[in-house]
C-alpha cells in the first residue's frame, strides 16, 4: 500500500470515529409524504415533465404505499402527450440539513431508460449560493452514476490517490463555470445505474461534515449492505473506500439547509441536449421530446422504490438541522 493510501485511510477513519450516529429524521412508510413537498412548478432543468400536487399523484397512482411497506414514486407510463410533458413527481424535503448522515436504502430506481433524468439529491435555498449535492443522477442509457457538487465560487475538489473508487471528471464546483458541469465524480461500477435494479438495489449513505471539510458517499449493493446500517447503527469504520471523496472545500460555508429531492424529470438540459450523442437512444427517435410524448409504455419502469430513508447526526451536528419551506 502506497504511503499517499494510508494518510488518506487514516484520515478516513478520524472522521468516521467522531462519534455516534443518532436518527435525527425517520422518513418512514407511514409519514413519508408528510415529510415532502410535492413541487407542482415549472421544470428549473427545462425538462418535457408535468410535475403534479399530491392529490394529482395520489389519483392517478404516481405516489404510493405497497403491501410492503414500500414507497413507490412513479410517472405517466398509459397517456400520449401533447405538449404539457410527462406527469411526474417530484418531492422536496420539508426539513433541511447541514451536516449529518443520509442513509437510503433503495430497491428500484427509474435509470437507464432512454429520455430519463432521475436524480436524488440535496439543495440549499438561493442556488447555488447554498450547494448542491446530486447522490445518484444519470440520463437516458448511461450505465454508471455521476456524483456531482454544485456550489458557489471558490469550492475546489482535491482529486487524491485512494481517496475514492470513483473518478474525478471535474475539480472546479462552481456552478457558473463550464457549462454548470460541477465537480464530478463518476463511479466505475454499472451496479450503480444499469445493473441497479436488476440486482434489487442497494444502500446510499452521504455524509456531510463540516468539521472535518468533506463530503462522502458510499453505496453498497444489496448482498453487501453493513450490518451497522442494517441494524441501524452507523459506524462508518468498516464501511471501506467511498465512491466519492468530496476533499479540499470548505463544506460549512459552501453547504447549509439542503432539502432532500427525489425527482424523475424527462429530456430538457442534459438528457435532452445529449440524446443526438447517445446511439441507444438517438436510433428510437429524432428527439428526446418526441419520444418521451409518444412513447408512454416505455415508462412503466421508470419508479423510485424505497425501502427506507434516514437522516442520522451527532451532538455536534445537529445544530444546523431545521424544518423549513421551499417553494421550489
Not at 62 to 72: F, G, R
Not at 142 to 151: I, P, R, V, Y
Request: aromatic share 12%; hydrophobic share 35%.
Amino acid at each position: 500500500m502506497h504511503s499517499t493510501t494510508l494518510i488518506v485511510a487514516s484520515a478516513l477513519a478520524a472522521v468516521a470515529k467522531a462519534g455516534s450516529w443518532l436518527v435525527q429524521h425517520d422518513y418512514a412508510h407511514h409519514n413519508f409524504f408528510d415529510m415532502f413537498d410535492f413541487y407542482d412548478g415549472a421544470d428549473p432543468t427545462n425538462g418535457f415533465v408535468d410535475y403534479v400536487d399530491s392529490a394529482t399523484a395520489n389519483t392517478s397512482a404516481l405516489t404510493e404505499i405497497t403491501p410492503q411497506n414500500q414507497i413507490y414514486i412513479g410517472v405517466d407510463h398509459t397517456s400520449t402527450i401533447t405538449s404539457t410533458g410527462r406527469p411526474s413527481v417530484r418531492l422536496n424535503s420539508t426539513a433541511s440539513y447541514s451536516s449529518g448522515l443520509v442513509i437510503l436504502d433503495l430497491e428500484h430506481f427509474p435509470g437507464g431508460i432512454c429520455g430519463t433524468w432521475p436524480a436524488f439529491w440535496m439543495f440549499g435555498p438561493e442556488w447555488p449560493q447554498h450547494g448542491e449535492i446530486d447522490i445518484l443522477e444519470g440520463v437516458n442509457a448511461q450505465s454508471a452514476n455521476q456524483m456531482t457538487l454544485h456550489t458557489a465560487n471558490g469550492c475546489q475538489i482535491s482529486s487524491t490517490h485512494g481517496a475514492m473508487a470513483g473518478t474525478v471528471s471535474s475539480t472546479d464546483c462552481y456552478a457558473y463555470a463550464d457549462g454548470n458541469t460541477g465537480c464530478a465524480v463518476h463511479d466505475d461500477s454499472t451496479s450503480t445505474y444499469s445493473g441497479f435494479n436488476a440486482n434489487k438495489g442497494g444502500v446510499f449513505a452521504t455524509q456531510i461534515d463540516p468539521v472535518n471539510q468533506v463530503i462522502q458517499i458510499w453505496f453498497f449493493d444489496r448482498s453487501n449492505i453493513p450490518a451497522d446500517i442494517a441494524a441501524g447503527t452507523p459506524t462508518m469504520e468498516s464501511w471501506g473506500m467511498p465512491r466519492a471523496h468530496f476533499g479540499g472545500c470548505d463544506v460549512e460555508t459552501h453547504f447549509s439547509d439542503l432539502t432532500i429531492v427525489f425527482d424523475n424529470t424527462f429530456c430538457g438540459d442534459w438528457a435532452g441536449n445529449s440524446w443526438s450523442s447517445d446511439s441507444t437512444c438517438a436510433s428510437k427517435a429524432d428527439s428526446c421530446d418526441d419520444y418521451v410524448a409518444n412513447n408512454p409504455s416505455a415508462f412503466k419502469d421508470a419508479y423510485w422504490l424505497i425501502n427506507s430513508l434516514k437522516v442520522y447526526h451527532t451532538s455536534p451536528y445537529a445544530r444546523n438541522a431545521r424544518p423549513v419551506r421551499l417553494s421550489a
